[in-house]
């Protein structure tokens, strides 16, 4: 079946260190996004990309990094400037020309600073 | 100002009752909306969009549009206690086709036996 897989489901960052999410999608989607989600705040935008080797900063870019190698694939980084990474980051995707009917999300990574 | 604003909630209505979520939004170059459905701990689901003024049904659910007064609206029929959840509604910018959605905070639904 078609989908977006993330992983970890769970992470634990010690501080001042890098950690990345693995986002992997095989619908053929060229676009990819990253969105991190607090209690109360709804999701923001931190990167998103229109196609390979391609991506723009989102709303809250400071502190992550992200690489588009290929199609399938849009890992993020959490690097040791992002001062208050604790959240539920979600991965989406959407089909080429078509973002009218929306995203289609993976099942989150809850990322949490111990 | 807030570009996608809801009511946090929570909201709580008894089973069968119609459960009432609305929605604003600044952009008024807008094009399309969406309302995703969010278990406790889990992704978000797509449950409507709608891009045309008026309403459009899909089963148990209606959405409302009315892009004069910059208003989303989602009605919930015969609510069940499964209904429970927060509800995110996002706005999709005008002019961008692959385009960035701009979520609302979400209103918590909360429905009771």
């Known amino acids: 079946d078609g989908g977006i897989t993330q992983s970890p489901k769970y992470l634990f960052r010690k501080e001042g260190q890098n950690v990345t999410l693995s986002c992997e999608q095989n619908?053929?989607?060229?676009?990819m996004y990253w969105y991190r989600q607090d209690p109360g705040q709804g999701l923001r935008l931190i990167y998103y990309?229109?196609?390979?080797?391609?991506?723009q900063k989102g709303d809250i870019a400071e502190g992550y990094s992200v690489s588009r190698e290929k199609k399938e694939s849009f890992p993020l980084t959490v690097t040791s400037a992002q001062k208050n990474p604790t959240a539920f980051y979600l991965c989406?995707?959407?089909?080429?020309?078509?973002?009218?009917?929306?995203?289609?999300f993976g099942s989150g990574t809850r990322l949490t600073v111990v | 100002q807030k570009e996608v604003e809801q009511n946090s909630g929570p909201l709580s209505v008894p089973e069968g009752a119609i459960a009432s979520l609305n929605c604003t939004y600044s952009?008024?170059?807008?094009?399309?909306f969406f309302w995703y459905r969010q278990y406790s701990g889990k992704s978000p689901e797509l449950i409507m969009f709608?891009?045309?003024?008026g309403d459009k049904e899909d089963g148990r659910f209606t959405a409302q549009l009315n892009k004069a007064s910059q208003y989303v609206s989602l009605l919930i029929r015969d609510s069940q206690p499964s209904d429970s959840a927060t509800y995110l509604c996002?706005?999709?910018?005008?002019?961008?086709?692959?385009?960035?959605?701009?979520f609302g905070q979400g209103t918590i639904l909360t429905v009771h036996p």
């Open positions: 989406a995707s959407s089909i080429p020309g078509t973002a009218l009917y929306g995203y289609t």
């Open positions: 996002a706005v999709l910018a005008g002019g961008t086709s692959y385009g960035k959605l701009t």
């Open positions: 990309s229109q196609i390979v080797n391609d991506f």
């Open positions: 952009d008024r170059g807008s094009q399309s």
């Open positions: 709608i891009y045309s003024n």
């Open positions: 619908l053929n989607h060229d676009a």
